[in-house]
């Protein structure tokens, strides 16, 4: 094998080990985020893409190369020369050709599993972010439920405050309109009384009244008749002398 196809199969060896290693389930996808944040791989992220097409277009050349060794050495033609040319000849060949089909399945497999291997690193990184948006969507529904029960037990105790204010209010307001029916009846019987107290004043004015008058004319017949009196006496004393 020669110093390049020995790369490629030492490639292929690391991708398959990395992407076991991705594989593993007791390592969760937060950690591999962790693990690419780091500052190192923020600096190399510049030349990522450019080592990934680069890798990419090696193996697609050595793949094709490959490919145009294994159609050679596959070809009835090239056995049939090689047979006429020297003895031994088949032999060499089917040993070129199960190189050739080596190359071709060490650069193909290298090329599949580079493009696997991208893209697991890249659903890791999607994985780890949905599941940290969970995490975080999950502490906000949390968050909510709490704010929710906390809201939900203020109501009801506002409702049995509610409840409490309102029964007392209305023991109140018991109280006071008891009180006010009291007081009016109270008012009532003052009334009453002074209705009663009024009329018996106004009976009594009326009987003053009455007696004044009665006064007045008997007043006034005593004075008519002590005038008439003195009328007389005088008229007898004139007749004396």
Partial sequence: MTLQWVAVATFLYAEIGLILIFCLPFIPPQRWQKIFS????????TFWNKAFLTIIVLLIVLFLDAVREVRKYSSAP???????SRPGAYEHTQ???FRSQRNLYISGFS????????????????????????GVLKTQAENTNEAAKKFMEENERLKRLLKTYAKEEEHILEAENKKLVEDQEKLKTELKKTSD????????????????????????????EHTELQNRSGKDNKKGL
């Fill in 38 to 45: 780091f500052n190192v791989w923020g600096k190399i992220a």
């Fill in 78 to 84: 090239a056995i049939e020369k090689g047979l006429t």
């Fill in 95 to 97: 040993m070129k050709l």
């Fill in 111 to 134: 090329l599949f599993f580079w493009l696997v291997l991208r893209r697991l690193v890249i659903l890791i990184t999607q994985l780890a972010k949905e599941l940290s948006n969970k």
């Fill in 197 to 224: 107290a009024l009329s018996k004043a106004q009976n009594d004015v009326m009987t003053m009244r009455m007696q004044s008058e009665r006064l007045s004319k008997e007043y006034d017949r005593l004075l008519k």
